[in-house]
């Protein structure tokens, strides 16, 4: 089993920054991927970035590439979502999951979820 602990989120103006944290614990190991998801009310979750737990390569959205830098820390087994450059269209809850293999976009390929962070973004 992995547990999933986010933090970070909060209000923040347009053009502002937030960093989004995730904890794992658990049985991780080297291959194990984590990606970021958001939703929106009445909207569908959606993908937004993803790593590879030793690669380090990273996978983003359209919506976010050049605004958001997914990075990780090995050591204390947490990834980081730096979100610059904030819209509106930001706001959503945002989901940490972690999956056994290969970041993938697909939200039904995790395993595994925290509980969400509210992300607000005033314009």
């Known amino acids: 089993q992995v547990q999933l602990v986010e933090s970070g989120g909060g209000l923040v103006q347009a053009g502002g920054s937030l960093r989004l944290s995730c904890a794992a614990s658990?049985?991780?190991?080297?291959?194990?991927?984590m990606g970021w998801f958001r939703q929106a009310p009445g909207k569908e979750r959606d993908f937004v970035a993803a790593?590879?737990?030793?690669?380090?390569?990273?996978y983003y959205a359209d919506s976010v590439k050049g605004r958001f830098t997914l990075s990780r820390d090995n050591a204390k087994n947490t990834v980081y979502l730096q979100m610059n450059s904030l819209k509106p269209e930001d706001t959503a809850v945002y989901y940490c999951?972690?999956?056994?293999?290969?970041?993938?976009?697909?939200?039904?390929?995790?395993?595994?979820w925290g509980q969400g962070t509210q992300v607000t973004v005033s314009s």
């Open positions: 658990g049985r991780t190991g080297s291959n194990y991927a």
């Open positions: 999951a972690g999956r056994y293999g290969g970041p993938v976009t697909a939200r039904s390929r995790y395993d595994y």
């Open positions: 790593i590879t737990w030793s690669g380090g390569n990273t």
